[in-house]
């Protein structure tokens, strides 16, 4: 059963980083381009970053230079490294492909607080 399961998230202050990880199945990660995208609450889901199988990477222009996407072939995962998170990245984030597959995981909830 092909799948996506995120996990890593969390409540931390401004300023604060989290890394988010996303397990695939390996009929969906091999050769993809694996991506981050994030849906805040009242609002459209959005992309944030994404790698591609040659180690292309792309961001939003919102989290650039705040944000890193990994992958780790051997354990076909994928990770989101943010740092000096502020409010506005307040989401729940999936991963998935580019094109992304048409059943998404549950995500995982980043929320930033004081």
């Known amino acids: 059963q092909e799948q996506l399961v995120e996990s890593g998230g969390g409540s931390v202050q401004p300023g604060g980083s989290l890394r988010l990880s996303c397990v695939a199945s390996?009929?969906?990660?091999?050769?993809?381009?694996m991506a981050w995208y994030r849906q805040a609450p009242g609002k459209r889901r959005e992309f944030v970053a994404s790698?591609?199988?040659?180690?292309?990477?792309s961001y939003a222009e919102s989290v650039k230079g705040r944000f890193t996407i990994s992958t780790d072939k051997d354990r076909h995962t994928t990770y989101l490294d943010m740092s000096s998170l502020n409010f506005e990245d307040t989401a729940v984030y999936y991963c998935?492909?580019?094109?992304?597959?048409?059943?998404w995981g549950q995500g995982t909830q980043v929320t930033v607080s004081s």
């Open positions: 390996p009929s969906i990660f091999r050769g993809a381009v």
């Open positions: 790698r591609s199988d040659f180690g292309f990477t």
């Open positions: 998935n492909t580019i094109p992304y597959q048409p059943s």
